[in-house]
């Protein structure tokens, strides 16, 4: 019913940005929050910044100060701009939202929905 579209990974040496996007598409009625996880080789997946429909923000403590998160409700579009990149930033990036969806005969959710992952590396 709900999609979630990923772009904007890739190699960026140490000190680098790199901006991440999300798009939600389907049939939405509403998305509360939505934020960037990622999971990192042999590791779990951890919470990296959400934000919710009213624009507060939650960031870890590994990234405060150099991520930035923000959405365009108008777009269902969730961003993630990364600043002065360590190489213990890289991982595959997801995107996550709480969305309620139209159905045959009224909303559903919310329910919890995610991305397909894009890669981020930091790395010489």
């Known amino acids: 019913q709900v999609q979630l579209v990923e772009s904007g990974g890739g190699l960026v040496q140490p000190g680098g940005s790199l901006r991440l996007s999300c798009a939600a598409s389907g049939r939405i009625f509403s998305i509360n929050v939505m934020g960037w996880y990622r999971q990192a080789p042999g590791k779990q997946r951890e919470l990296v910044a959400d934000?919710?429909?009213?624009?507060?923000?939650n960031y870890a403590d590994s990234v405060r100060g150099r991520f930035t998160i923000s959405r365009d409700n108008a777009k269902n579009t969730v961003y993630l701009q990364m600043n002065s990149l360590k190489p213990e930033d890289t991982a595959v990036y997801y995107c996550n939202a709480h969305v309620t969806y139209w159905g045959g005969s009224g909303t559903y959710g919310p329910y919890d929905c995610w991305g397909q992952g894009t890669q981020v590396t930091v790395s010489r």
């Open positions: 934000i919710s429909s009213g624009g507060s923000t």
